[in-house]
Nanobody, 123 residues
Framework: QVQLVESGGGLVQPGGSLRLSCSAS????????IGWFRQAPGNGDREVLC????????VYADSVKGRFTISRDNAKNTVYLQMNSLKPDDTAVYYC????????????????WGQGTQVTISS
């Protein structure tokens, strides 16, 4: 079972950029699809942001399309989330997790949640 650890969060001014990392151990990421999620303050739900499928394809939620980019470096066993044009509404704890595609073509978390990494957008 692969274990994932998020890092790279911090305090950034509106309009700034940040790159998050999702580092894997225990198994190679080559055969896993990975998703980035976030949980905003006071929100009990975790919003799925984007998916990096094991076949190389990517999927983005409308809320981050054009601003966020998911990528992976299988040699480093790491998935990245490049976030640009950040807004105060992007403030949240960000998580990565393994995901699977269901028969309805939706993506569903299959692995455990990690600790996450806090991203705060504020001037």
């Amino acid at each position: 079972q692969v274990q994932l650890v998020e890092s790279g969060g911090g305090l950034v001014q509106p309009g700034g950029s940040l790159r998050l990392s999702c580092s894997a151990s225990g198994s190679t990421l080559d055969y896993y699809s990975i998703g980035w999620f976030r949980q905003a303050p006071g929100n009990g739900d975790r919003e799925v942001l984007c998916i990096s499928s094991s076949d190389g394809s990517t999927v983005y939620a409308d809320s981050v399309k054009g601003r966020f980019t998911i990528s992976r470096d299988n040699a480093k066993n790491t998935v990245y989330l490049q976030m640009n044009s950040l807004k105060p509404d992007d403030t949240a704890v960000y998580y990565c997790a393994t995901v699977n595609q269901g028969s309805d073509s939706g993506w569903y978390r299959s692995g455990r949640w990690g600790q996450g990494t806090q991203v705060t957008i504020s001037s």
